[in-house]
C-alpha cells in the first residue's frame, strides 16, 4: 500500500516526523511525506497559482514544497511522486480541527485534496497545543489505518475522514466515537498594534469558545477521553433549504423582469 503524507505545520514538526515513523513500520507500506517548507497553518485549500513552486529533499528524505498543504498535496499527485498512492494522511497538527476549525485547516485542506482526487484521505490533530503525548497519538493513527487495511476499506472508492486525538497516554484513550462536527462562537476582535514605523499592524484573534459541544459533537467525545471521527464531504449545496431558494429565485426573477419591462416603457416614453 501506497501512503502519502502531508501536514500544514512544516516537514519539520513533530507530528509528522512521529506519523511517518509510525506509518512506516507497517508491513508492506510504502510512505512519502511531501509537505509545506513553512508553517502554513489557516490555509485551508489554498493553491498557489501565481508563484512558481520549488520542492527539495532535507536530509531525512522527506520532500518540501514552498507553498500550502493543498499545493504539496496537488503536484504530488499531479506528476511529483509518479504514482497515484492508495491513501493520503495529513498531520499529526498540532492542535485540534474541531467544528468550525475543519473550513480554516490546513491539515483537513490537505487531506481533502488527495479526497478530491478520488483517493481516500484522513487528517490527524492532537486536540491540545504542545505535542504532549505525541507518541500515543502516533501510534493511534497507526492503529486507525491498519484497521482501515484489514477491513479493506482503502480502495477506489474515496471518503474523507477528520480525526482529533486527545493528549492522553495511549492507555487512556477512550474508544473510537463517530461524531459530527461542533461548532464556535465567532472569533475573538482581531488585536491590533503599531509597528516601530508607525504603522498599525493586525492580527487575527483567536478562534472563538464552543458553542456547540452537545453529546455526539467532536468537541463533547474529545473532552470524554474519545478519539472523534468525523466523516465529511465537499457538497456545501444546502439541499434542506433548496425549495425555499427556488421560491425565491422566482420571485427575484420576476422582479428582475418587471423592472426590465419598466425600463424599457420609461425609454419608449
Known amino acids: 500500500m501506497k501512503i502519502l503524507i502531508s501536514n500544514d505545520d512544516g516537514f519539520q514538526a513533530p507530528g509528522i516526523v512521529a506519523l511517518y515513523e509510525a506509518i512506516s513500520g507497517i508491513d508492506g507500506v510504502q510512505v512519502e511525506v511531501v509537505a509545506p517548507e513553512q508553517n502554513n497553518s489557516a490555509k485551508s485549500n489554498a493553491l498557489t497559482l501565481h508563484a512558481p513552486l520549488y520542492v527539495h529533499r532535507a536530509s531525512n528524505g522527506f520532500r518540501y514544497v514552498n507553498g500550502t498543504p493543498a499545493d504539496c498535496v496537488h503536484i504530488a499527485m499531479t506528476g511529483l511522486l509518479g504514482y497515484r498512492p492508495d491513501l493520503v494522511l495529513a498531520g499529526i497538527n498540532n492542535g485540534a480541527n474541531m467544528g468550525d476549525d475543519t473550513v480554516y485547516s490546513g491539515t483537513v485542506g490537505a487531506a481533502m485534496e488527495g479526497y478530491l482526487f478520488g483517493v481516500p484521505a484522513i487528517a490527524f490533530s492532537q486536540v491540545e497545543f504542545g505535542w504532549k503525548h505525541l507518541d500515543a497519538a502516533a501510534q493511534k493513527a497507526r492503529d486507525i489505518v491498519q484497521q482501515m487495511r484489514q ?36 472569533a475573538e476582535p482581531v488585536i491590533t498594534q503599531v509597528s ?5 499592524m493586525y492580527w487575527i484573534g483567536s478562534a472563538g469558545a464552543v458553542k456547540d459541544d452537545a453529546e455526539g459533537t467532536d468537541f463533547h467525545a474529545t473532552a470524554h477521553g474519545h478519539v472523534a471521527i468525523t466523516p465529511l464531504k465537499i457538497d456545501l449545496t444546502d439541499h434542506q433549504n433548496l425549495g425555499y431558494w427556488a421560491q425565491t429565485a422566482s420571485r427575484l426573477q420576476a422582479g428582475l423582469q418587471a423592472a426590465a419591462h419598466a425600463d424599457r416603457t420609461q425609454e419608449q416614453a
Open 196 to 200: 516601530p514605523r508607525g504603522q498599525t
Open 151 to 186: 477491513q479493506q476499506l482503502v480502495g477506489s472508492t474515496p471518503w474523507l475522514l477528520n480525526v482529533n486525538i486527545p493528549n492522553l497516554p495511549l492507555e487512556q484513550l477512550g474508544a473510537i466515537k463517530l461524531c459530527r462536527l461542533g461548532r464556535r462562537h465567532a
